[in-house]
C-alpha cells in the first residue's frame, strides 16, 4: 500500500515535512538519527523542530514505512523500511558498525526463545563487542 494511502485511511496525509523525511532517509547511506535529518533538512533551508522529526518518524513508523534501531550509543537510529531487516554489530573500541543478515541472528534467537521463553527482535538492537582489526591490534 501507497504511503499516501496508508496515511489517509488513519485520518493523516502526505504533509510537505514527511515527505522532507523519507526524502532525506533515502538519500541516508546508513541508518540516520533525527538530528542528523534535522541538519540535513536545515542545510537545505528547511526549518522543522526535531520534535516534529521524532512526531513524523513515529507515525511513518506505525505505518511500517520506518524502522528504528538502537545501537551502543542508545540513539535511535532510523531507516527505512523496506531495506532488508538486519541485526548490527558494534566495536566498542574503533566504534565501527557492521550490518548483519537476519539469518545470521535466528540461531540466537531461537535460543532465547527455547531457554527464557524471551522473543527477542534482534534488528531493533546492537550485539556490543571488539571487531576483528581491533582484536588484531591489542593482541600485537
Given at each position: 500500500?501507497?504511503?499516501?494511502d496508508a496515511?489517509?485511511?488513519?485520518?493523516?496525509?502526505?504533509?510537505m515535512q514527511r515527505r522532507l523525511i523519507l526524502d532525506a532517509l533515502a538519500r541516508a547511506r546508513h541508518h540516520t538519527t533525527a538530528d542528523d535529518i534535522q541538519r540535513q533538512l536545515r542545510a537545505k533551508g528547511f526549518e522543522i523542530d526535531a520534535s516534529t522529526i521524532y512526531r513524523n518518524?513515529?507515525?511513518?513508523?506505525?505505518?511500517?514505512?520506518?524502522?528504528h534501531t538502537h545501537l551502543d550509543d542508545r540513539v535511535t537510529r532510523w531507516h527505512r523500511?523496506?531495506?532488508e531487516r538486519h541485526g548490527h554489530l558494534v566495536c566498542t573500541v574503533c566504534g565501527a558498525e557492521t550490518e548483519v543478515p537476519m539469518a545470521a541472528l535466528r540461531p540466537l534467537a531461537r535460543r532465547l526463545m527455547e531457554r527464557y521463553g524471551f522473543a527477542a527482535d534482534l534488528a531493533h538492537?546492537?550485539?556490543s563487542g571488539i571487531c576483528e582489526q581491533c582484536r588484531v591490534v591489542q593482541s600485537s
Open positions: 500500500m501507497k504511503i499516501e496515511l489517509r485511511q488513519r485520518g493523516g496525509r502526505m504533509t518518524l513515529e507515525v511513518l513508523e506505525g505505518l511500517g514505512h520506518v524502522t523500511a523496506d531495506e538492537a546492537a550485539v
